[in-house]
């Protein structure tokens, strides 16, 4: 029997654009126009216009995820639909008043609110005339943004995230050409990732003067992927110790702690692509550390040493450090193409207690996506998605490990409630506790859906 403690929160996570269909909306997002230009970069050409129609359907939607045990919803909102002028932060009325709606109907169904700012959805506009995050003017004018969210909902919610994995949109949208823009530049990566610390910690002085209250928190949501050497050779060890840095301190550093990580800014300043900082800035983010972070957790970074030479990659990339290793044996989920390592949700959790003041965190996402899901429903359309159901035992138990030997978890969030859209994969992985039927629009419970309400009406299960 593995048991949570009693005010463990159970909830799903999900995001406005992957959600929410475009309905109404004033402006596009990077993923809005590179579907509208570029359709074929998407998993069977399908885009983000309907999505799972949650802008129609929440109200429905969200008597469906109480049913399923969920107790709190990790979404996000959208900046394209809020915002009328990004420069001025002028409210689109639309936009005001669906938020409104979403944030008094999940009340009315008795799930909490914890509402994230940014999920990878840069108006293309701010991309266009500053080139994105790039930019220290749209480092102000995210700011400008998030005031409003917090004027306009922080009467009704107490729990916010400035951005969602902010690694993910240095590494997809700048770094190695996942994501429109579709960029490879290192150095222009390095002042992005700057940025975006900068901007989300600007955002949480903010917060604290217009929301204060001990009960009203902010935080931000890290993917943080535990790099393991693939031997103990040193070379191995320092390839894996500077995937470390560079994939998962360099933003929990300055979140938590105030601070960049010395060794990462030195060996930037070596190379000669250190981001441009002020004193003022970097008092700044000392200042205003988070509160609470998020964790999303799907699979560890197993790294060896690059066979590349430093001086052999021009113009830099952090890949001279470091390269990917496909460990012989490992889990995986053919689906998505990850590794399944269960443990690393202790370690994560261990880090977290022993190097950043035990700070309170959340798993804010994990989850399993799978593929063709259709072939393991029965006769009444349920699909009976044991698979989900384990990948969550085996991850909870070894969560519960780590909040045994003392880490300050309060949250477990799944990704997710109802299944989304999903970037370039669009459809293809489904990850829901409900499944969307995308042609009718129609969602019923999967099998997963009454395992997590059991779950998170007794906050144990049996393994
Ligand atoms: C995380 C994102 C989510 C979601 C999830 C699943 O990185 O925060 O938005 O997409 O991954 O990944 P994918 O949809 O790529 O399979």
Redesign the pocket.
């Known amino acids: 029997m593995v048991t949570f403690p009693k005010d463990f929160v159970w909830g799903a996570a999900t995001?406005g654009p992957?959600t929410e269909g475009n309905f109404h909306k004033q402006h596009q997002n990077v993923f809005d126009y590179w579907f509208a230009t570029e359709p074929e970069a998407f998993d069977a050409g399908v885009g983000p216009d309907t999505a799972s129609n949650f802008y129609n359907d929440y109200d429905a939607d969200l008597a469906k995820m109480a049913q399923a045990g969920i107790k709190g919803l990790r979404t996000s909102i959208q900046w394209t639909r809020l915002i009328d002028d990004f420069e001025t932060a002028s409210l689109n009325p639309d936009g005001v008043a669906f938020y409104n709606h979403v944030i008094d109907s999940m009340l009315a169904h008795h799930i909490k609110p914890y509402l994230n700012l940014h999920?990878?959805d840069l108006p293309v506009e701010l991309y266009d005339k500053y080139g994105g995050w790039e930019s220290k003017h749209v480092v102000d004018l995210f700011v400008k943004f998030a005031e409003q969210c917090f004027k306009l909902f922080g009467d009704r919610v107490d729990d916010w995230f400035t951005f969602?994995?902010p690694k993910?949109v240095v590494d997809g949208q700048y770094l190695y050409g996942w994501h429109y823009p579709c960029l490879k530049d290192g150095p222009k990566a390095v002042q992005v990732a700057y940025n975006m610390n900068l901007a989300s910690a600007k955002a949480i002085a903010s917060f604290h003067k217009i929301c204060p209250g001990s009960t009203k928190k902010i935080g931000i949501i890290l993917?943080l992927t535990p790099a393991y050497a693939a031997t103990d050779d040193p070379a191995d060890v320092a390839a894996a110790e500077f995937a470390e840095l560079w994939s998962n301190n360099l933003f929990l550093d300055p979140a938590v702690l105030g601070h960049f990580p010395a060794k990462l800014v030195k060996t930037l300043d070596q190379d000669g692509v250190l981001w441009d900082a002020t004193d003022e800035e970097l008092a700044i983010i000392a200042a205003n550390p988070v509160d609470y972070l998020g964790v999303?957790y799907?699979h560890p970074f197993r790294v060896e040493r690059p066979d590349i030479s430093p001086k052999s990659l021009q113009p830099w990339l952090p890949d001279i450090y470091f390269k990917e290793y496909a460990m012989p044996g490992r889990v995986m989920n053919v689906d998505?193409g990850w590794e399944i390592y269960p443990q690393a949700m202790a370690d994560i959790a261990d880090n977290i207690r022993e190097n950043y003041h035990n700070i309170p965190w959340f798993i804010s996402?994990n989850g399993m996506?799978v593929a063709g899901e259709e072939r393991f429903m029965d006769a009444d359309g349920v699909v009976q998605d044991d698979y989900r159901i384990d990948f969550m035992k085996e991850h909870l138990t070894a969560l519960a490990k780590g909040i045994d030997a003392g880490s300050n978890c309060k949250g477990y969030f799944v990704?997710t409630a109802i299944d989304c859209w999903?970037?370039n994969?669009a459809y293809h992985?489904r990850?829901g506790l409900i499944r969307d039927d995308i042609h009718t629009q129609e969602k019923t419970l999967k099998k997963s859906a009454g395992w997590f309400k059991a779950l998170s009406e007794t906050g144990t299960f049996e393994n």
């Open positions: 995001s992957q999920h990878f969602n994995e993910v993917n999303n799907y998505r996402e996506g990704w999903s970037w994969h992985n990850y």
